[in-house]
C-alpha cells in the first residue's frame, strides 16, 4: 500500500518535479531514521505514509489562498491525504495518525511520538538543504528540535554542526 501511496502522490504532484523531490526526500529520511531508531512495524507504516503526504496540502492552499505557509498546510493537507489513503484502503487509525501528522509537521511544541518526531527531524534536514541554511540556523535547529540519536547525528554529519 506504501507504494500505492508514492505512485498517487507522484501523481498529485505531476510536473512538479521540486515537490516530489521533497517528499521523497523527506520519506528517505524519515525511513532511514524509523528503522535506526528502532520503530516497530505499525509505527514505521504511519511514519512513512506520513513522510509521503506531509505537504499534501500545499496545492489546496495555494489554489485557495495564494500561499502555502505551514499553517495553511496544516489547515487544508489532513482532509486531502484522508481522501487519497481511503481510497487506496489504508484502515482508518493508520489514516487517523497520518492525518494528525499533517495537520501539525509545522508545529514544533508539545510533540507526542517517534512518528510525530521524526517526521519533523526528516523534514528539518530536506528544508534546511534546500533553503540553503546557515551553518548557524542548521546548528541550532539540530540543538533545539532535534530528539533522537540518529537524527542528530545525520543532521550534525550534513550540515558539520
Avoid: W
Amino acid at each position: 500500500m506504501l507504494n500505492r501511496l508514492f505512485m498517487e502522490m507522484i501523481n498529485y504532484y505531476g510536473k512538479d518535479p521540486n515537490r516530489i523531490q521533497h517528499f521523497v526526500k523527506v520519506h528517505s529520511f524519515a525511513k532511514l531514521i524509523g528503522e535506526t531508531e528502532g520503530l516497530d512495524r505499525e509505527t514505521m507504516t504511519i511514519l512513512e505514509a506520513a513522510a509521503y503526504v506531509h505537504d499534501i496540502g500545499i496545492k489546496v492552499a495555494e489554489s485557495k489562498y495564494g500561499r502555502c505557509d505551514g499553517p495553511l498546510q496544516e489547515q487544508e493537507g489532513p482532509a486531502v491525504a484522508r481522501e487519497m489513503m481511503e481510497k487506496i484502503g489504508f484502515e482508518d487509525k493508520l489514516i487517523d495518525r497520518v492525518c494528525y501528522l499533517v495537520g501539525h509537521h509545522h508545529t514544533y511544541t508539545d510533540i507526542q511520538g517517534m512518528d510525530y518526531q521524526i517526521l519533523v527531524e526528516a523534514d528539518f534536514l530536506v528544508n534546511l538543504y534546500e533553503g540553503e541554511s546557515s551553518l548557524q540556523t542548521a546548528s541550532t535547529v539540530c540543538e533545539k528540535l532535534f530528539r533522537t540519536r540518529s537524527g542528530r547525528l545525520i543532521c550534525k554529519t550534513m550540515f558539520g554542526c
